[in-house]
Structure formats: structure tokens, C-alpha cells
């Protein structure tokens, strides 16, 4: 279970209407492991309180890119977002799965977000070498490849600077843990600040 890709203002923020943010990832977004209110999701939410934005966070820990590709139609149909920060692709990786697929899964993943005109964040997952240098650089560069070919904004490492400190890991060594999560929320913010200016 591991990292993933997001979407999303009036008196600078906020419209008409209040606007909503769906974030649709793994046990990463799902706040595995913690208490109610320490993911960063949650604290997403906090920050952009009282700014025109509902948050929605539809992640499912243990969700590969093929389970969110069959889910996806009815999480933007039922919530009709703004935004889609889209975090999946790390169960992928730790699994073995082929990149081609995880790739394919995601570009259409992509286009669904883009059919309903919501705007696009994709969160980039690195993971430990387990299955060789190859297949870790491959599946690294495939966030890049597809935010290129899609003109989608992108966070290149979802855990940058979280995942090689232990205090901010868990005991697993794959999830952060309560004090990671406002970096994680950092990460997140450097590429969603911008779409919610737009």
C-alpha cells in the first residue's frame, strides 16, 4: 500500500457554490493506521476550511489501480467534483503487477477525470527495490510519462521526505505516521494550490 493523483475557488478562494475536492487513493489517502482526524486528508479539510471547498476522500486501503479504474465512474458520478487528486499505483509496485497495466489503468483513470471537466492533481509513488532497480525505475517513471502525455500537474514523490525517516513512518515501514502526515499535506499542497487559484 503505497503512494497516487488530485483535483479542485471567489474572494480569492472560494465561488458561488461550494466546490469539491475528491481524493481518490489508497490506505496512503485512507489514513491507515492512525486515529480519526490525523491523515492528511483530514487535515486538507482543516486547511481549507471556511474557503468554498468540501472534501471527499473516497480511498480504500489495499486498492490497486485496477479496483480504482472499476470504482471511479461511480465516485464521480455520486460527487461530481472539482478536483481529483488521483494517489494510486503503490500496491502495483509492491505487488509485482506489470507497469504497463498499472499505466494503462491510470491513463484511463485520467480520462474519466477529464470527461467530467474536473481538473487534475497525480500523486507519483517510488517504492523499495524488491523486484529489482528496473522494474523501481520503471514504475517511477511512469507518473512522469503519463502527466506529460496528459498535460496533468503532478506530484513526483508523494512521500518525499517522509519515507526514508523513521519517525515519521510507522512500524511497517510503508505507511506514515501521524507526524508525517502534515508533510505529506505539504507534498500535496506545492501541486493543488495552483489548481484551486484557477
Given amino acids: 500500500m503505497l503512494f497516487c493523483l488530485f483535483v479542485a475557488g471567489s474572494s480569492g478562494?472560494?465561488?458561488?457554490?461550494?466546490?469539491?475536492i475528491l481524493v481518490f487513493g489508497d490506505s496512503l489517502s485512507a489514513a491507515y493506521g492512525l486515529?480519526?482526524?490525523?491523515?492528511?486528508?483530514?487535515?486538507?479539510?482543516?486547511?481549507?476550511?471556511?474557503?468554498?471547498?468540501?472534501?471527499?476522500?473516497?480511498?480504500?486501503?489495499?486498492?490497486?489501480?485496477?479496483?480504482?479504474?472499476?470504482?471511479?465512474?461511480?465516485?464521480?458520478?455520486?460527487?461530481?467534483?472539482?478536483?481529483?487528486v488521483l494517489e494510486l499505483g503503490g500496491n502495483d509496485g509492491l505487488r509485482g503487477l506489470p507497469v504497463a497495466t498499472a499505466e494503462a489503468n491510470l491513463a484511463d483513470m485520467i480520462r474519466q477525470v477529464r470527461a467530467t471537466r474536473a481538473r487534475l492533481l497525480l500523486l507519483g509513488i517510488r517504492i523499495p527495490p524488491n523486484y529489482g532497480a528496473a522494474y523501481t525505475r520503471q514504475l517511477d517513471e511512469m507518473y512522469a510519462r503519463l502527466a506529460q502525455r496528459n498535460d496533468v500537474p503532478f506530484v513526483p514523490f508523494f512521500l518525499d521526505g517522509v519515507a526514508?525517516?523513521?519517525?515519521?513512518?510507522q512500524a511497517d515501514g510503508v505507511h506514515p505516521n501521524a507526524a508525517g502526515q502534515p508533510r505529506l499535506l505539504d507534498n500535496v499542497w506545492k501541486g493543488l494550490a495552483p489548481l484551486l487559484q484557477r
Fill in 164 to 169: 526514508l525517516d523513521d519517525r515519521l513512518m
Fill in 13 to 20: 478562494w472560494a465561488s458561488e457554490r461550494e466546490k469539491t
Fill in 35 to 84: 486515529r480519526a482526524g490525523e491523515g492528511w486528508v483530514t487535515l486538507l479539510e482543516k486547511r481549507l476550511a471556511g474557503k468554498g471547498y468540501r472534501v471527499v476522500n473516497a480511498s480504500v486501503s489495499g486498492e490497486t489501480t485496477s479496483g480504482g479504474r472499476a470504482r471511479l465512474p461511480r465516485a464521480l458520478e455520486q460527487h461530481r467534483p472539482d478536483v481529483v
